[in-house]
């Protein structure tokens, strides 16, 4: 069955979908259809918001000005030092299981 469009619809340019002619974002694919609302990125043409600082296909910064942020991350542990703070004895899991409720057999 092939679909009619009418004249108050479009076709999405990136999943050919027929949706509403005032629509802004595709509801079939999720991506920004409305020219006034979306750009392309020009780092990896991706349809983002006209007043998008970065990119959240490519994480690329768009105005210069700052760089994307980066997680917080107080510290990382090597294999070794994990192993040395985190160490359970039988005693430490068994509590752990008794505070979420999980009774031996």
Same mark, same amino acid.
């Given at each position: 069955?092939?679909?009619?469009?009418?004249?108050?619809? &479009?076709?999405?340019?990136?999943?050919?979908?027929?949706?509403?002619?005032?629509?802004?974002?595709?509801?079939?694919?999720?991506?920004?259809?409305?020219?006034?609302?979306?750009? =392309?990125?020009?780092?990896? !043409?991706?349809?983002?918001?006209?007043?998008?600082?970065?990119?959240?296909?490519?994480?690329?910064?768009? =105005?210069? &000005?700052? !760089?994307?942020?980066?997680?917080?991350?107080?510290?990382?542990?090597?294999?070794?030092?994990? !192993?040395?703070?985190?160490?359970?004895?039988?005693? !430490?899991?068994?509590?752990?299981?008794?505070?979420?409720?999980?009774?031996?057999?």
């Amino acid at each position: 069955m092939v679909k009619q469009m009418s004249e108050s619809q &479009k076709s999405c340019p990136h999943c050919a979908e027929i949706v509403a002619d005032e629509a802004i974002l595709c509801r079939f694919c999720d991506r920004g259809i409305s020219k006034e609302h979306y750009k =392309n990125c020009p780092f990896c !043409a991706e349809m983002i918001w006209t007043d998008a600082v970065f990119c959240r296909y490519c994480r690329s910064t768009l =105005n210069g &000005k700052s !760089a994307w942020p980066q997680p917080s991350r107080k510290r990382l542990f090597t294999l070794d030092e994990a !192993a040395t703070l985190f160490k359970l004895d039988d005693a !430490a899991i068994d509590k752990i299981f008794e505070k979420i409720g999980v009774k031996k057999k």
